[in-house]
């Protein structure tokens, strides 16, 4: 998800520069992308900057344990969430997930609300959390592994769409990407949550609609 986003920052003329965060370089070049490989435990000073994205996400399996999937489905949440605070960030937009709930006996949907309910507290002037249910696109150029579940979700999704309320619809990794930018850059005081059914179609959407 972070190179959709990646993405539809660069391809945007609101934003005169990017700076990407990441612990490996992407094979990717543009006159705006300022690439810095980081320790997310560890942040070094960075510029000032305006708004900040986070799409920092993994699951149990590939990070190994519950521990290590906290560290950066949190931890690292957080670090760059308080970094962003600290160089003169006033608008945060975050990748959460359907159904996160600090209170959710799940352990995953649990650790994602518990971020959100931290970054909520940091201060920024305008919070946009985005809830996209299951993303449809090319697990490999999304850098994640293929899930045979959500193969099985899609495909029943598909023929059940009528009868499917769009916030559980699946959803285009694009207009994920494009809708999380898009409320981001509208920056509307206070916290936000931006479901599904608002993110169908975001990447067809003329700018500022």
């Known amino acids: 998800m972070g190179r959709e986003v990646l993405a539809a920052l660069l391809a945007d003329k609101h934003y005169r520069a990017v700076h990407s965060l990441g612990r490996r370089t992407l094979p990717l070049t543009h006159a705006k992308l ?14 000032q900057i305006d708004d900040v994205f986070i799409c ?21 949440y957080m670090a760059v969430a308080r970094m962003g605070i600290a160089r003169g960030a006033t608008k945060l937009g ?8 600090a209170r959710s006996r799940v352990f995953y949907n649990r ?14 002037a305008s919070v946009s959390i985005v809830r ?3 993303l449809v696109g090319d697990r490999t150029a999304l850098a994640q592994p293929e899930r045979p579940g959500e193969r099985i979700g899609l495909w ?4 059940l769409k009528p009868l ?6 699946p959803v285009q990794a694009a207009d994920v990407a494009a809708g ?16 599904s059914g608002a993110l169908q179609g975001a990447a067809q959407r003329p700018a500022g609609a």
């Open 180 to 195: 999380l930018v898009q409320a981001v850059k509208a920056g509307q005081p206070g916290v936000h949550h931006v479901l």
């Open 111 to 124: 650790v994602k609300g518990e971020a959100e309910d931290a970054i909520a507290t940091l201060g920024y």
């Open 94 to 101: 975050v990748i959460s997930a359907m159904g996160a709930d």
């Open 132 to 134: 996209p249910s299951l």
């Open 56 to 76: 920092l996400g993994t699951t149990i399996k590939a990070a190994g344990s519950q521990a290590a999937f906290r560290a950066v489905d949190y931890e690292a």
């Open 34 to 47: 300022i690439q810095h490989i980081v320790d997310f435990a560890a942040l070094p000073e960075l510029p």
């Open 164 to 169: 499917v309320p769009a916030n559980y619809l």
């Open 156 to 159: 029943i999704s598909q023929r």
